[in-house]
């Protein structure tokens, strides 16, 4: 289904449009969305077992302040 709806945007005539709208009909749009829901929620699986990231400090000093100061020109 997600392939249909990407060539979508590709379509040069009419005729090709109502093709692919019509294939996209009969894959149904209930389903679609149940297929689109399970790769997420295995994408978010995968990404919380598979994904490792060391810890580190910080090694910048706080700043005292907002940016938005800095950025608008007010100062204290």
């Known amino acids: ?4 709806m990407s060539l979508l945007g590709s379509m040069q005539t009419v005729w090709q449009l109502v093709a692919i709208r019509f294939l996209a ?3 149904g749009i209930r389903a679609t ?3 689109a829901g399970g790769l997420i929620f295995v994408s978010f699986i ?3 077992l598979l994904l ?3 810890r580190r400090a910080p090694n910048q000093p706080k ?3 907002g940016g938005w100061r ?3 020109g ?3």
């Open 33 to 35: 969305f149940f297929l």
């Open 46 to 48: 995968m990404t919380t």
């Open 25 to 27: 009909g009969l894959i």
């Open 74 to 76: 007010i100062k204290r």
């Open 63 to 65: 700043r005292k302040g």
């Open 1 to 4: 289904m997600a392939i249909t």
């Open 52 to 54: 490792k990231e060391e």
């Open 70 to 72: 800095i950025a608008s």
